[in-house]
C-alpha cells in the first residue's frame, strides 16, 4: 500500500474527478462513480481483480444497510402523495405556527424527527413536504430541502441514541454519561438551527432563479374535507421507530418493551406505514395501487444504483491504510485539552471527508482515541462528553459525492449536482465549524 501523502494524492484527485464529472460535463452520476471508484482503487495500489471486488463488496454492503430502507420510503411517498397526506400535513402546520418562519418551522422539525430516524429514511418521507411548503410559503424549494436535510443531519451527528453518538460513547465506555451528552447535543443543535434557519433564508434569496417550476400549493379547500387519518401512514412510522430508538438502550426482559422494539425496526415500521397506507387507499382499485408500486420501484431505481456505487467509492478509502496512517500521525496524550478537542475534530473531519460515512468515521477515529485519553487532561466527565460532541461536529464535514445521504438528498429534492453541492455541501461545513465553535465555548465555560 502507498504511503500516506499518495493516498491523500488520490482521494483529493478522485472527489476533483466526481465533481467535474458530474457538474461540469453532466455526465451520470453512476458512470463517474464507477470509473472513479476503479481508477483509485488501482492508484491506491489494489490490483484489478481486488480492486473490482472491493467495489462490489461496498456496492453490496451499502444496499444492504439502506436498500430496502429507500425502497420502502419510495413506496410510502406515493402513497402519500396519492392519499394527499403531505399537503394535508402542510395546511396543518401553516395553520398552526404560520408562513412567517418557515426555515424555523423545517429545521425544528427535522431535527426532532432526526434524533430516532435514520436522516436517510427521515428525507424521503419529509421531502415532499419540504417542496409543498416550499410553495405555500413562497420560498426555494432549493433552500426548504437544504433545511430539511440539514436539520436531519445535524440530530444524526450530534444526538443519541443516534448510531454514530452512541458507538463513540460505546468506545469511550461511557454509557453513564449518555443523558449528558444528549443535553449537551441538544443545546449545540439548538444554536445550529439558528445558524442553519439564516443559511436557508440567505440562499432562498439567491435560488429562486434555480428552482424547478413552482406551483401555488396553498389550496386549502382541497384537503379541508379529507380525514386527518390520512397522515397516519406517515406520523406512525416515526412514532414506533422513536421508541424503538429509547428502548433500544433500556435493558429489558419484558415481553412487551421487546415487542415495541422490534416493531420499531426502520424497516418493519416504515412496512407498517406502507400497509396502512394501503388500506387507507381500499376505495381505489387494485389497478391504481399495482401503478402506484411500480411508481415506486422506478423512482428508487437510480437512486439504489447511485447510493450503492457511492458506497463502493467510500469502500475503497475505507480499504487503504488512510485513517490509520492519519491517527499513527498524532501523539494525542501530550497534547492540552482543547488540542486534543480539535485533533479529535479534524480526524473526524479528514476521515469523514475522505470515505463518505459519518457513523464510520465517528467509529473509527473513537475506538483509536479511546484508549490515548485515559489519563489525559481531558479524562473528566465533562472532557469526555464533548470530545464526543467534537468527533460528531467532525463527522459532519463534507457531505458530497462519496456520502450515500448526498445522492438521496440530490435525488429527492430535483436538486443538479452542482447545485447540491454549492447550497447543500457547503451548508454542511458551516454546520460543521459552528458546532465545534459551540464545543470549544462549552469547554471553556464548563470544563
Known amino acids: ?46 490490483p484489478v481483480i481486488q480492486s473490482v471486488e472491493v467495489i462490489s463488496f461496498g456496492f453490496g454492503n451499502m444496499l444492504a444497510s439502506i436498500g430496502i430502507l429507500i425502497l420502502l420510503g419510495c413506496v410510502l411517498a406515493v402513497i402519500l402523495e ?60 432549493i433552500s426548504t430541502s437544504v433545511t430539511i436535510a440539514s ?55 439567491r435560488t429562486l432563479n434555480e428552482d424547478i417550476e413552482m406551483e401555488d400549493e396553498n389550496d386549502e379547500s382541497s384537503t379541508s374535507k379529507l380525514s386527518s387519518n390520512i397522515i397516519l401512514p406517515l406520523i406512525l412510522p416515526i412514532i414506533l421507530i422513536a421508541n424503538g430508538s429509547i428502548l433500544g438502550i433500556i435493558d429489558s426482559e419484558n415481553s412487551i418493551l421487546i415487542a415495541l422494539e422490534t416493531i420499531g425496526n426502520p424497516i418493519i415500521a416504515l412496512a407498517i406505514g406502507v400497509l396502512i397506507g394501503l388500506y387507507l387507499l381500499k376505495k381505489k382499485s387494485k389497478e391504481l395501487k399495482t401503478d402506484l408500486i411500480k411508481k415506486a420501484i422506478l423512482q428508487a431505481g437510480p437512486i439504489l444504483v447511485i447510493t450503492g456505487l457511492g458506497g463502493s467509492y467510500g469502500q475503497v478509502i475505507k480499504e ?41 468515521a465517528m467509529i473509527i477515529v473513537s475506538a483509536i482515541i479511546a484508549p490515548l485519553i485515559i489519563g489525559s487532561t481531558l479524562d473528566t466527565v465533562m472532557g469526555t462528553s464533548l470530545l464526543v460532541l467534537a468527533i460528531g461536529s467532525g463527522a459532519m464535514m463534507v457531505s458530497h459525492s462519496n456520502d450515500s445521504y448526498f445522492w438521496v438528498v440530490k435525488e429527492f429534492s430535483g436538486m443538479s449536482v452542482k447545485q447540491a453541492l454549492k447550497r447543500y455541501s457547503i451548508g454542511t461545513i458551516l454546520l460543521s465549524v459552528s458546532s465545534m465553535l459551540m464545543v470549544m465555548l462549552m469547554f471553556w465555560i464548563l470544563g
Not at 476533483?16 to 491506491?44: C, E, M, Q, W, Y
Not at 453513564?176 to 434569496?205: N, P, W
Not at 501523539?331 to 475522505?354: H, R, V
Open 151 to 205: 436539520s436531519l443531519y445535524i440530530a444524526h451527528n450530534l444526538i443519541p441514541p443516534t448510531p454514530g453518538p452512541l458507538a463513540v460513547i460505546g468506545n469511550f465506555g461511557v454509557a453513564d454519561q449518555l443523558g449528558l451528552v444528549f443535553l449537551l447535543g441538544i443545546v449545540i443543535s439548538l444554536f445550529l438551527v439558528l445558524i442553519l434557519s439564516l443559511y436557508a433564508r440567505f440562499i432562498s434569496r
Open 320 to 360: 487503504s491504510a488512510f485513517s490509520d496512517l492519519l491517527i499513527d500521525s498524532i501523539n494525542i496524550q501530550t497534547q492540552e485539552p482543547f488540542m486534543i478537542l480539535i485533533i479529535a475534530y479534524l480526524m473526524a473531519f479528514f476521515i469523514k471527508t475522505a470515505q463518505g460515512s459519518s457513523t464510520s
Open 82 to 141: 396519492e392519499l394527499q397526506s403531505i399537503k394535508y400535513l402542510s395546511n396543518l402546520f401553516i395553520r398552526v405556527f404560520g408562513l412567517k418562519k418557515p426555515f424555523l418551522l423545517l429545521s425544528s422539525l427535522g431535527g426532532l424527527i432526526g434524533i430516532p430516524v435514520f436522516c436517510d429514511v427521515a428525507y424521503i418521507i419529509l421531502s415532499d413536504f419540504s417542496k409543498t411548503l416550499a410553495g405555500q410559503a413562497k420560498v426555494s424549494r
Open 1 to 46: 500500500m502507498e504511503n500516506f501523502y499518495t493516498i491523500i494524492f488520490w482521494i483529493v484527485l478522485s472527489i476533483i474527478l466526481i465533481i467535474l464529472g458530474t457538474a461540469r460535463f453532466k455526465l451520470h452520476p453512476a458512470i463517474v462513480l464507477f470509473s472513479v471508484a476503479l481508477l483509485t482503487a488501482i492508484g491506491l495500489g489494489f
